[in-house]
């Protein structure tokens, strides 16, 4: 079974702070996905990771994928109330074709 | 990427009770899941939707409680049978393409039951 631990779960930061999210595993995955989930909507897709060592910069958000494709992080510079919302990592391929790994979420709020 | 279009997107309804929840897609897509969310929390994969042929079911879930239909490519539809206040939760359903293509989901149907 392929596990992937997220954390922090909780973060409360005030505009203009910086914050980083990690996912780490076990089990060596494919590719991964970092979501964006804001209330009443379902997850959005920020960005996908394939290659160990790939980092992809999305205005304010970098995302680094590790070199053994075992963990990622998600860097926001300068938060902004407008970043709030849920982030979900998850993992691609490994012995479930198809489906994801999910981590357990950050709950990112980001006070003016 | 994709459309998808989840109905309903909010329902209440009484213990006993079944309801089906409709996911449309604006193209065809090779592969089509069904989530359960509790909020603010991550995603529990239930099923995968196979085209013509049973759904995939993941541990601790079963067909007789969560019966799956996928006619084609397009489309597909999650019953909640037999309900209970247990079962108030979101649920998703997203959708693959081939290869290394991530999933994109729809926004979700939010279900209370009484």
């Known amino acids: 079974t392929q596990l992937l631990e997220q954390s922090p779960q909780f973060l409360s930061i005030q505009e203009g702070e910086n914050l980083t999210v990690y996912c780490n595993s076990s089990?060596?995955?494919?590719?991964l996905q970092w979501y964006r989930q804001e209330p009443g909507e379902g997850p959005v897709l920020l960005v996908t990771?394939?290659?160990?060592?790939e980092v992809k910069k999305l205005k304010r958000l970098t995302f680094q994928f590790g070199d053994a494709r075992k963990d990622s992080s998600l860097h926001i510079t300068a938060a902004q109330p407008g970043d709030t919302g849920l982030y979900l990592c998850a993992g691609a391929g490994g012995t479930s074709y198809g489906k994801l790994t999910f981590g357990q979420g950050t709950i990112l709020t980001v006070h003016p | 990427s994709a459309v998808i279009s989840q109905k309903p997107s909010r329902d209440i309804c009484q213990r006993g009770t079944s309801l089906t929840i409709q996911c449309q897609v604006d193209s065809q897509v090779t592969m089509m899941f069904w989530y359960r969310q509790q909020p603010g929390q991550s995603l529990t994969l239930i099923a995968t939707a196979n085209q013509g042929s049973e759904a995939t079911y993941e541990s601790g879930f079963v067909i007789d409680k969560f019966p799956i239909s996928r006619p084609n490519l397009t489309f597909s539809t999650l019953t909640v049978s037999n309900m209970s206040p247990e079962d108030s939760s979101i649920y998703l359903c997203?959708?693959?393409?081939?290869?290394?293509?991530?999933?994109?989901f729809g926004d979700g149907t939010r279900l209370s039951i009484l």
């Open positions: 089990s060596v995955f494919s590719s």
């Open positions: 997203s959708v693959k393409g081939q290869g290394n293509q991530p999933q994109h």
């Open positions: 990771v394939v290659t160990g060592g």
